[in-house]
């Protein structure tokens, strides 16, 4: 297949490239600048111009490809006061509109992204891939609610919901939680620090995105989980180790604080299943653990965005 990209320059996104190229794919990606053109080249890839605020590019760039994967995602919302959050998921709802607007009436097929936290029934369950609640109070769910409204009108879509995706360098949520440590002088839980992340290696989520694609299989979504929860308490720990900084327990009041817009995230317990992924898709994840990679981390060259 031909694949048109977006996010193809991205944490992920470069990941996803040679995993497609490497199992005989063509990649289209999709880049705004002289430097992320010149980075696809040199993966083989073939260099779309655009960006998400652009959705002719988006549209035209899915044209001429035989199939969509979808991860890019302005990460501008984090790192400040979170305040643009709703308005970047907006962002991805729109970008998600035009690529089904290229895609209509064909069966070509579209795999966008969400979050496994879509996937949360009830507080203290892990999510599964077969629950959606389209009024959650995340507004990520966005992203799932524009894919529910092309799939209506006849597209092929399917979603990759991510968890914390994890190598040596970049840890998802937990990049910033090693900057809060950093700047705080310690790394810190809540309470007992039981509540759990679920995790994944970014080259195993690589392959998930391509095995997703390669089924078409038209409204399933796909847990890219690995771990189903690494426990806070167990994070903190690894990230105390390893800037050689106290480890402590916070109450909920002392957490906002000390994190400020990363609280909200660090108080939830979110583990996450990957039983019917794994099932659907032979997928079976390989890669190193969360905790292992934040061991082999570089501490003094932390990436902070």
Request: glycine share 10%; hydrophobic share 40%.
């Amino acid at each position: 297949m031909r694949v048109f990209l977006t996010g193809a320059t991205g944490f992920i996104g470069s990941a996803i490239v040679p995993e497609l190229i490497n199992a005989g794919h063509q990649v289209l990606g999709l880049t705004r600048s002289d430097a992320g053109a010149r980075s696809l080249v040199a993966a083989g890839a073939e260099v779309h111009r655009g960006s998400l605020e652009d959705p002719e590019s988006l549209r035209s760039g899915a044209a001429q490809t035989d199939g969509v994967i979808h991860c890019a995602f302005d990460h501008s919302a984090f790192g400040s006061d979170f305040s643009k959050f709703l308005e970047v998921c907006e962002k991805d709802r729109r970008a998600i509109e035009a690529l089904g607007d290229a895609l209509k009436g064909s069966d070509r097929p579209l795999v966008i992204t969400s979050g496994t936290g879509m996937g949360n029934a009830a507080p203290g369950q892990p999510a599964t891939e077969d629950h959606f609640d389209p009024v959650h109070p995340n507004p990520r769910r966005l992203s799932e609610v524009a894919a529910a409204a092309i799939s209506e009108r006849g597209l092929n879509v399917s979603v990759v919901r991510l968890p914390q995706v994890h190598d040596t360098v970049k840890q998802g949520l937990i990049t910033y939680e090693v900057h809060v440590a950093r700047e705080k002088g310690a790394s810190a839980y809540i309470g007992e620090g039981l509540n759990r992340w679920p995790a994944a290696h970014v080259l195993d989520v690589a392959r998930l995105y391509r095995l997703a694609l390669e089924k078409r299989e038209a409204g399933s979504r796909y847990n890219a989980v690995a771990e189903e929860g690494v426990s806070m308490r167990e994070i903190a720990e690894v990230i105390g180790r390893g800037l050689k900084v106290p480890v402590v327990s916070l109450s909920q009041q002392e957490a906002q604080a000390h994190f400020g817009w990363l609280a909200m995230f660090v108080s939830y317990d979110m583990p996450a299943s990957s039983a019917q992924t794994r099932r659907r898709l032979g997928w079976r994840p390989t890669g190193p653990g969360l905790i292992a990679d934040l061991e082999q981390m570089r501490w003094s060259e932390t990436v902070t965005h």
